[in-house]
């Protein structure tokens, strides 16, 4: 059985992709590598360069490979980024969303787990987000994710498409030494950047209502992510039924400065992280409730903060 993952040479794709393999199912790669690294794909893995804005190239791609279902998870993820950026946002999410989608009718293609966000909730006002808290996102970013999902329902209708949409907030960590988070935005690599550079790390306030002061947040290890992705993929392909959209979340979070001494203690770098003023609109917390994924997608925190940590830590000395 062969699945298609777009986005396939990116850091969480990568995972995807070995993901698949290690559960005997055949993986096959298409990536523009805008973000994405060739080297992240395994050898033996079929690798098509290029872009799900290319219609063509994806229906030559379905024609000579008999694919059984997509995983889509290529995107334009930078959600800051977007607001400054919001047509290339669109076009990359959504028209390509679209494209692709297109190209799956006409292929004959029925299945299709979306890699979404928690973006999509912006800055929710609950203790714990569930999948039906109501959506408000603050970014293109956020909205084209938002879009991406009606876009995978109005085929469902349509055309009897089977999907789910999988979201998450803050991805960490990595499988294995050879896949990195290499984003100039995510906490981690900013902060091992910095202690490499001799430069101390921030943290953006520390006078929260939280039990530390630090902004808490969902932070969950890519492996994690990535099992449940193939079960998705799993069930889809079953027959079985699933719903429209689950949350990967934690339950409980941790706290930016909780990341910080775990950070010190696993580098044996010794810091006090800098402390700046509070960005505006973050919260002090969002978390996200797992119960739902759980329940249908073999979805567990099977790695601890510091299991994060060491595996990024791993992975960064290792590039």
Same mark, same amino acid.
Do not use: C
């Given at each position: 059985?062969?699945?298609?993952?777009?986005?396939?040479?990116?850091?969480?794709?990568?995972?995807? #992709?070995? *993901?698949?393999? %290690?559960?005997?199912?055949?993986?096959?790669?298409?990536?523009? !590598?805008? /973000?994405?690294?060739? &080297?992240? #794909?395994? *050898?033996?893995? %079929?690798?098509?360069?290029?872009?799900?804005?290319?219609?063509? !190239?994806? /229906?030559?791609?379905? &024609?000579?490979?008999?694919?059984?279902?997509?995983?889509?998870?290529?995107?334009?993820?930078?959600?800051?980024?977007?607001?400054?950026?919001?047509?290339?946002?669109?076009?990359?999410?959504?028209?390509?969303?679209?494209?692709?989608?297109?190209?799956?009718?006409?292929?004959?293609?029925?299945?299709?787990?979306?890699?979404?966000?928690?973006?999509?909730?912006?800055?929710?006002?609950?203790?714990?987000?569930?999948?039906?808290?109501?959506?408000?996102?603050?970014?293109?970013?956020?909205?084209?994710?938002?879009?991406?999902?009606?876009?995978?329902a109005d085929q469902g209708r349509a055309a009897g498409l089977a999907h789910t949409a999988l979201r998450y907030f803050n991805v960490v960590g990595s499988g294995t030494p050879q896949i990195r988070d290499t984003s100039p935005h995510n906490l981690f690599p900013l902060v091992f950047d910095a202690l490499l550079d001799g430069r101390t790390p921030r943290i953006n306030g520390d006078d929260y209502p939280t039990p530390d002061g630090t902004c808490v947040r969902d932070y969950i290890h890519v492996a994690d992510l990535a099992v449940s992705h193939v079960a998705a993929a799993r069930r889809l392909a079953a027959g079985d039924a699933v719903e429209a959209v689950y949350n990967l979340g934690s339950g409980d979070g941790v706290s930016v400065g909780e990341i910080m001494r775990t950070v010190a203690e696993v580098t044996g770098i010794a810091f006090a992280p800098e402390i700046t003023a509070r960005r505006s609109g973050d919260p002090a917390r969002i978390v996200a409730s797992g119960d739902l994924a759980a329940r249908d997608l073999d979805w567990s925190m099977r790695h601890s903060l510091r299991d994060m940590v060491s595996s990024a830590w791993d992975a960064r000395r290792a590039a």
């Open positions: 059985m062969t699945w298609l993952v777009t986005g396939g040479a990116g850091y969480i794709g990568a995972h995807v #992709v070995r *993901a698949l393999g %290690e559960a005997g199912l055949e993986p096959l790669v298409i990536d523009d !590598l805008s /973000s994405g690294h060739r &080297e992240f #794909v395994p *050898a033996d893995v %079929e690798f098509v360069h290029g872009s799900i804005l290319d219609g063509e !190239l994806l /229906s030559r791609t379905f &024609e000579e490979h008999d694919v059984d279902g997509v995983i889509h998870v290529a995107g334009f993820k930078y959600a800051g980024v977007s607001v400054q950026q919001p047509l290339h946002t669109y076009a990359q999410n959504v028209t390509g969303t679209a494209v692709l989608l297109a190209a799956m009718a006409d292929a004959g293609i029925g299945r299709i787990v979306f890699s979404s966000s928690a973006a999509v909730y912006g800055t929710p006002d609950v203790d714990l987000v569930t999948e039906s808290t109501p959506k408000n996102p603050q970014s293109p970013y956020g909205e084209s994710k938002l879009i991406g999902e009606w876009l995978l």
